[in-house]
């Protein structure tokens, strides 16, 4: 079956999709991290090979639009010498980790997420089996402390909780402890358990909730060997299941309702503005880009900016903002001017927080499938 027939399948730099205004391409930056020279070439390239727009994903990743049929192939050369994508398409199709933005820029982090989140990238690349992943199917790596992210979309997660770092399948009641350095390799064999488990990839389960709800949370643990650690309660939701408890089959959402989660405002307590580093004269800046789109030359005054004021990185989030790290507080003041002045919002208070994202969604709706309306 080709990429592109695949049941919910996600364009990626090497797989490029139709939409409304010519194709698609999602660059995923490894541990929320873009380097300054990095992103500055990716704005060059989303301005000289497509229409200059980029979206920012609930996902912590960039759509770049309007590229050609011409320029994909020059497009992909340039993201993929900058090291923000991999020239395996099976493989770039899967690598979907995210982590928390600040990672050991954190002073309050016990780990380091983004050495975490490098390390199961890895993982993904030396395990030709994980390839069959879903398309949607993704790890979250979350030590933060002072900018925590949200779980909502992910199958995997490993997570600091309250000192001890944990794993287990995202939206689960309970996770198993483990150490930094055991965690990539239990993030493999969690994955390696949902194929086993979940079956052919043309049919459902198609993520690790759908799964849970079907055999229960514990068989997925007691396969992967988890149940003999130490188990820790994890973050509830309303998506999730108790252990070794099958819920009904669910309805799947409409369309209607997949789009409303893609182009939803950002949560109203995500961070905005000045975070401080208690106990510092430093902290980190967060910008959010009004309905979650920018423009090639903002994003490329954004890499100045970081070079100047930061660590020449410029941080994904999955709130449709931008961090930068760290910052002096001598600083704070200009570096707000200056993103207000490229109009991106660093006031809580921005009513801008409440818009929707730009609702283009792929040609004809063709990546709308009951895989990805479960996202």
């Known amino acids: 079956m080709s990429r592109e027939g695949r049941v919910g399948w996600c364009p990626s730099v090497v797989t490029p999709m139709e939409a409304d205004d010519g194709l698609l391409v999602r660059v995923k930056p490894t541990a929320a991290t873009l380097p300054a020279p990095a992103l500055r070439a990716l704005a060059r390239a989303a301005r000289d090979c497509g229409n200059g727009l980029i979206d920012l994903t609930n996902r912590a990743n960039l759509q770049v639009r309007g590229l050609r049929p011409d320029t994909t192939g020059t497009f992909a050369a340039t993201v993929l010498e900058h090291g923000l994508a991999s020239a395996d398409a099976a493989l770039e199709e899967v690598r979907n980790v995210a982590a928390d933005p600040l990672g050991p820029d954190d002073p309050d982090a016990t780990f380091d997420s983004h050495a975490i989140a490098r390390a199961i990238e890895a993982k993904l690349d030396e395990t030709q089996a994980l390839r069959a992943l879903p398309p949607k199917f993704g790890f979250l790596v979350d030590c933060g402390r002072t900018m925590p992210v949200p779980q909502a ?68 643990l007691t396969m ?147 895989e990805t309306l479960s996202r």
């Open 224 to 370: 992967a060997e988890l149940t003999g650690r130490p188990l820790v309660s994890g973050r509830m939701d309303a998506g999730s299941v108790a252990p070794g408890n099958v819920a009904p089959g669910r309805v799947q959402p409409t369309r209607a309702a997949h789009l409303e989660l893609m182009y939803a405002p950002p949560p109203t307590d995500s961070p905005i503005g000045r975070v401080p580093f208690a106990g510092h004269r430093k902290g980190a800046i967060v910008a959010g880009v009004p309905r979650g789109r920018i423009d090639a030359d903002r994003l490329a005054a954004l890499a100045d900016l970081s070079e100047r004021f930061a660590d020449a990185t410029v941080r994904m989030t999955p709130w449709r903002a931008l961090a930068f790290v760290p910052v002096n507080d001598d600083n704070t003041a200009a570096i707000l001017s200056a993103l207000a002045d490229l109009d991106l919002i660093t006031d809580p208070s921005d009513p801008r927080r409440h818009l929707r994202g730009p609702d283009v969604a792929p040609a004809g709706g063709a990546a709308t499938t009951p």
């Open 153 to 220: 979309h992910a199958d995997i997660v490993v997570r600091d909780l309250d000192g001890q770092l944990a794993i287990g399948p995202g939206g689960g009641a309970m996770l198993a402890v483990c150490t930094p350095e055991e965690a990539p390799a239990l993030a493999r064999r969690l994955a390696l358990v949902f194929l086993e488990l979940a079956g052919p990839a043309d049919a459902p389960p198609y993520r690790m909730r759908e799964l849970a709800e079907k055999v229960g949370e514990t068989a997925i």
